[in-house]
């Protein structure tokens, strides 16, 4: 543990800084043209958080799960790639917030990270820019290897000609494959899916002993690749002394054992059991009603 509890502005000291009170105006967190982060959850009744080893965010779109890992990231100056939506009343709102560590911990570790989706993306579209770029390279000496297999070889008249003939000694005692190989000199990055990529994503990202807040990290995977994520991160925060904060409406990552769980959709929010949310209810009575056709 290395974060323990963290408070938000109550609608009254909201009200001393704006002036109005959180029912006399609907504020939603996606609307650029408000006073975000404010007003968006004295209504909800949340003011104050307390953590666990894992701590989950569940809501709908617009809930107020993204803001919250904002709000916790920024207030604790934990390191992120993204951006996100900074208003003007982002440093004032902050000023209000407080934390608490535990006794043992005096400052959040070094190597705390926010992972977003849109680091998950940016990583998927940085992984196919470079393999496009590798795979022009090949084309190009695959092109040069077909060129210059159908020339002689060239006297060796002096020294400023040296380069030009061990590449074309090159190219005569090796496969088109093999010169390629040699020269590209680069590796394509493995050849995986989107959501195999994004899994590897964070399993590079997340190593030990650190806070990790993790915004919709289901964005990209599979529901095995899912599953597979839900057992490293239990095994991160059971082995390798990390903590984590996730906002999420995936079943397999709501189900991790021993998981504190904020229902943002509840007013007053409140903590409760996987199996209670409306989403994974949503979810079982769906298949409930398809129960037969699995069995045949």
Known sequence: MYLEYFSLPSDDTEFDYLGYKSHETVMQCYDHGNVYPYKIFPPKGLTHIRFAPITIFYGSNG???STLLNVIAEKLGIERTSPFNYTPYFESYLKFCHYSLPENVSAVPYGSKTVTSDDVFDYLLSARAVNRGISD???A???EHRRLYKEDMPRLSSLSEIDD???MYEVKNTSRSQYIARRGRSNELAAKSNGESAFSYFTDKITENALYLLDEPENSLAPKLQYELLHFIEESVRFYGCQF?????SPFLL???NAKIYDLDSTPVETKKWTELSGVRAYYDFFKKYEKEFDT
Do not use: Q
């Open 141 to 143: 000496l695959s092109e």
């Open 255 to 257: 189900s991790l054992p």
């Open 165 to 167: 003939y061990l590449k």
């Open 63 to 65: 809930s107020g799960k």
């Open 245 to 249: 904060i996730i906002a999420t409406h």
């Open 137 to 139: 390279r090949r084309a």
